[in-house]
């Protein structure tokens, strides 16, 4: 059934790209992307370059240090010429990296981004040490000494400005003295050249890096104070304007919670190590960051899959929330990310009750409002298909698309639109437009049953329905209710047809079949057992792709509940823990 979305959603493109082709949020983001455009050439033509130039620091103060894990291992691989990154294996054969024809961008933005160094730094070896060293060598003579291409894309320079600094001990240890010049002298180039283009960047995740590598270079380099000052300044407003009150990020992506920490706990370690301390921003936005990444963690460990999120880096995660001293509940509540969590016993619901970001923000945004995801102890049962962050182009669109979530698709259309004229996607990027404006929420809490009824208006203008789910947890955790209406936007009932699929994705490792009397189970090996039914409907079972497996895109199943708004306005549903496993130790809060 996803598939045959897909064919669906393509054979509308042609509709699609005429409509998104005039739409003003997309000239604004066109307007604008090419403005920095033509910024970025100027700055990296003559007439700016010589401003990068300058004195070059004396010495490194401090290697500010990674909490991304690092394995040994991949030390001996990458030695032997082949590099793994985002996805995609490279085997150099004696060439260097730097000079390949490679067509993934993603694996040239992570070659140039240089986070793979932390791997030669665990190896703790001569040898790692020279193969990190010439290979630094050869990114300087190769691209060091011409503003161009992948490897000045500000973005990247910001996060190989960090790594770099991170894991400077084992790019210098045996280094002469022209090396070590050498290596200060491309870092203050590279700094200078951020720090005049750090302004300009797109909103969003790679813009606060930026920002985030400004002040790791501040405190790393011997630099005048008042460098450091500005540096933090800047980071406090970048703070204050992307961390919401919340703690989520502003593209609304659980992904840069994980992303951001990885770099902003470092960053106030570093200023504690150089005796300097950190802005109330800086350390308010991880106070208010490390709670929200809780927020959205299963019982398993795994975050749900919203917005852009994929798969989990378990050891990530870990080491960041050891930095959370609050151990307390999670919150129930993030009314500026715009998600509500339920959670009784060892049952937890998530479920998206915003609109989208905006449209600079929303690159990896899924048209996913009012979709939910369900773990019962160590495992999920009802999830969403997430994304394949280094798979296919191809499914990129699929994996955003309405039917790929667990909510209500109508009339096999997405709530939003992410199809674009051809050429577009290159220069704006995929943005997603035209999806919900507004996106009603209530908590419920009475007498021990959580819950919210919600609503967007993402098929007000071409359907004229109001998608309404309301959704309770009992309060010992072994039931959830859940009814779906489709109304007008005045609240009257729905005058034209509209095909209706309430949707319910299966997590890859949960077993789901029928009794004997036709009720539906999920279960999996040594979980609980959950039971689905439907008061007037008869559920089906069809076939799912479930993007965000580990090793890559697997098939799964969902449960579809069929129906006409006109004939059936509302959709009462249940699903019924009938068997609750014992197994319980160890178990993350």
């Not at 060439?95 to 694996?107: H, L, T």
């Not at 270079?217 to 300044?233: C, D, E, G, Q, V």
Request: charge should be positive; glycine fraction near 8%; proline fraction near 6%.
């Amino acid at each position: 059934m996803l598939q045959r979305h897909m064919a669906e959603q393509h054979s509308l493109g042609a509709v699609y790209r005429m409509a998104s082709g005039f739409n003003p949020q997309l000239w604004d983001l066109a307007a604008r992307q090419a403005w920095r455009r033509v910024r970025r050439r100027l700055r990296a033509g003559p007439a700016y370059r010589w401003r990068y130039t300058g004195r070059t620091p004396e010495r490194l103060l401090i290697a500010p240090p990674d909490l991304r894990l690092a394995d040994p291992q991949i030390a001996r691989e990458i030695y032997h010429g082949r590099f793994l990154l985002a996805g995609q294996l490279v085997e150099t054969g004696g060439q260097s990296p730097f000079q390949m024809d490679v067509r993934n961008q993603a694996w040239l933005e992570e070659l140039h981004g240089f986070r793979w160094l932390r791997h030669l730094n665990a190896a703790r070896s001569d040898l790692a040490s020279a193969n990190a060293r010439a290979l630094v060598a050869d990114w300087i003579g190769t691209h060091g000494r011409r503003i161009s291409g992948v490897a000045w894309n500000p973005a990247v320079v910001a996060r190989r400005i960090i790594a770099w600094l991170q894991h400077s001990a084992v790019v210098l240890q045996g280094a002469d003295l022209a090396a070590y010049r050498q290596f200060l002298k491309t870092i203050a180039i590279q700094v200078r050249f951020l720090r005049s283009v750090a302004g300009e960047m797109p909103d969003g995740e790679e813009k606060l890096r930026a920002r985030m590598a400004l002040a790791f270079a501040a405190l790393s380099l011997p630099t005048p104070i008042s460098a450091l000052r500005n540096a933090t300044r800047n980071l406090s407003s970048e703070l204050e304007r992307q961390i919401l009150p919340d703690g989520g990020h502003s593209s609304r992506n659980p992904r840069a919670i994980i992303e951001l920490l990885a770099d902003l706990l470092p960053l106030r370690q570093t200023y504690a190590n150089q005796s300097e301390p950190p802005s109330e921003a800086l350390v308010g936005a991880v106070e208010r960051m490390l709670p929200a990444l809780r927020f959205f963690r299963h019982r398993d460990g795994t975050l749900a899959r919203f917005n852009g999120m994929g798969v989990t880096v378990h050891d990530r995660v870990a080491a960041i929330l050891r930095h959370d001293d609050t151990v307390g509940a999670p919150l129930s509540h993030a009314p500026y990310s715009g998600y509500e969590r339920l959670a009784t016993g060892t049952t937890t619901v998530i479920a998206d009750t915003a609109a989208p970001p905006a449209p600079e923000l929303s690159s990896m945004a899924n048209a996913g409002c009012l979709s939910f995801e369900m773990s019962s102890g160590r495992h999920q049962f009802i999830v969403n298909c997430g994304v394949d962050s280094f798979g296919e182009e191809a499914f990129r669109p699929l994996a955003r698309a309405t039917a790929a979530h667990t909510t209500a698709t109508v009339n096999d259309t997405s709530q939003a639109r992410f199809a674009l004229p051809a050429g577009w996607d290159d220069w704006i990027g995929t943005p997603l437009v035209k999806g919900p404006r507004s996106v009603a929420c209530r908590r419920i809490d009475d007498a021990g049953m959580l819950g919210f009824i919600a609503s967007h208006d993402g098929y007000a203008d071409r359907f004229g329905l109001i998608h309404e789910r309301r959704l309770t947890l009992s309060p010992d955790g072994l039931r959830i209710d859940g009814v779906d209406r489709f109304h007008r936007p005045d609240g009257s009932a729905p005058e034209q047809s509209a095909v209706v699929a309430l949707r319910f994705h299966i997590h890859p490792d949960i077993e789901l079949y029928r009794d004997d009397e036709g009720m539906l189970y999920l279960a999996g090996e040594g979980t609980d057992t959950w039971s689905f039914s439907c008061d007037g409907l008869e559920p089906v079972v069809e076939e799912s792709i479930f993007f965000a497996a580990v090793a890559g895109p697997c098939r799964s199943r969902q449960i579809v509940l069929h129906l006409n708004a006109v004939e059936r306005t509302q959709v009462p549903w249940r699903l019924t823990c009938t068997y609750r496993s014992t197994a319980r130790s160890n178990l993350p809060s």
